[in-house]
């Protein structure tokens, strides 16, 4: 015989995962999560499997992923299927934007390097100019 857990109050359900109740309605508002109904006093009820939901939500967004990226892998999910060949491929493009970034930055850091390291006097006519040293290109 299969014990059938009991639906779980929006309150228990933020107290048990550390998410507000505020972000539980959007997530349920943006389709990340479904809820089973509401009680006589309106309050939502969900799943016991919501809390699983939550902690794949909350650690998604910790690697970088957007809610509609971590929508789209639990609507894989909810079709029958596991995402992670999907999750790998949108993870793989996050290391190469990674990458591209530090690439930029490294280029950045060397101009602002050579800036402050050929750092001038003031100029004796400072009316006409802001920074002489960041204006010349």
Known sequence: MLVQEQPKL??????????????????????LLKSLGR?????????SDVLARLNFIKRAQSLGLTLSEIKNFLDVHD?????????????????????EQIQQLLIL????????????????????TICPIIERN
């Open 10 to 31: 929006i309150g228990h359900v933020a107290k048990s995962s550390g998410v507000p109740i505020k972000t539980i309605r959007y997530y349920e508002e943006l389709g």
């Open 39 to 47: 009680t006589e006093g309106g309050f939502r009820l969900f799943n």
């Open 79 to 99: 079709g029958g299927e596991l995402p992670c060949i999907h999750i790998k491929a949108k993870l793989q493009d996050k290391i190469a934007a990674i990458d």
């Open 109 to 128: 850091r060397q101009e602002l390097s050579g800036l402050v390291s050929g750092w001038e006097t003031i100029p004796e006519n400072p009316e006409q």
